[in-house]
């Protein structure tokens, strides 16, 4: 039956070329963006990219590792910084590194920056702990797309589509609630934007709920998918994406890659579950010291007296 099913086209994957350009002009943007605003304040640009470049360099280093293709690096001004890469077969436990290789040593470090001011008693070593403690902490709250997010959701390994729509739409009211108790707009914007990805995660549960209702296996790589089952996925995709729908029916020009890489992301890649009991539980062990014992100095040694101190001399 599958010759009556046209060839499925390949899938297109471009080779990401001029890496370390585009990482050198992000930053370029990003550090202008932040004087602009904190032009008197270089202490503090210099201090969240030095942070940001390490916490990222971490993940990045680890993606080199474990061979992941198309690694690259990017800063966004007023956000972050991001890496992204691409695996055919995902390792829980190799995700579970990469993840973890950005605000562990983060927070490491700045608990050594920490002891570093206490013995030598230099400011700029108090503000560089704090920085360090506090933005991977941040990081590190289990909320979506936050690195603590990409643990949660690799520990509890749950292949519920309706789960992340769930973890997600939560993950944006509470950074909305966080922004507005704090009174930060652009956490408050950033909340809101992730209801974006909210919707598209909905999409795809519908379309997967669909596919699973006429017995269509789409656990595996775009490589292994036949011919008929490219066809009944793309009638499924096209139902629930009008403005490709309309795309296809207007335009003269081959649209194979944009719906070969559609369908792509309805695929879930196979992941190897070889991160152990024992594993899992050294990374939960990580990730709760990597709040408690910031928390306990901040406590112990009244920290933010020390930066009232500074600022009052």
């Not at 829980?92 to 983060?106: I, T, W, Y």
């Amino acid at each position: 039956m599958s010759d009556f099913y046209p060839e499925k086209p390949p899938l297109n994957e471009k080779e990401s070329n001029g890496n370390i350009a585009l990482t050198i002009l992000s930053i370029i943007v990003f550090l202008l963006t932040f004087y602009v605003i904190f032009s008197d304040d270089i202490l503090f640009i210099s201090l969240l990219f030095i942070v940001l470049f390490i916490h990222e360099i971490g993940h990045f280093s680890f993606m080199k590792w474990f061979k992941y293709k198309h690694v690259k690096m990017l800063f966004v001004p007023l956000m972050g910084a991001f890496v992204q890469g691409k695996k055919k077969i995902y390792s829980q436990k190799e995700s579970l590194l990469v993840v973890g290789a950005g605000p562990f040593p983060g927070v490491i470090l700045g608990v050594i920056f920490f002891f570093l001011f206490l013995n030598f008693k230099e400011d700029w070593l108090l503000f560089t702990s704090i920085t360090f403690m506090l933005l991977n902490i941040v990081n590190l709250l289990p909320l979506d797309p936050l690195d603590g997010g990409q643990l949660f959701k690799l520990l509890v390994n749950s292949k519920s589509d309706i789960f992340l729509v769930i973890f997600s739409f939560l993950s944006s009211l509470a950074l909305i609630g966080i922004g507005y108790y704090f009174d930060s707009w652009l956490m408050m914007g950033f909340g809101f934007f992730m209801s974006f990805k909210v919707r598209n995660l909905q999409q795809l549960y519908c379309i997967r709920k669909e596919l699973r209702s006429i017995n269509l296996n789409y656990n595996l790589l775009y490589s292994e998918l036949s011919n008929k089952d490219y066809a009944q996925i793309k009638s499924v995709l096209l139902d629930y994406s009008p403005t490709l729908n309309k795309m296809m029916s207007i335009s003269d020009e081959d649209l194979d890659d944009i719906v070969s890489s559609q369908i792509d992301s309805v695929l879930i890649n196979p992941v190897k579950k070889d991160a152990s009991i024992i594993f899992r539980f050294m990374i939960i062990c990580f990730w709760l010291l990597s709040f408690i014992i910031p928390l306990f100095l901040f406590v112990n040694y009244s920290i933010m007296d020390f930066v009232y101190a500074i600022y009052t001399r």
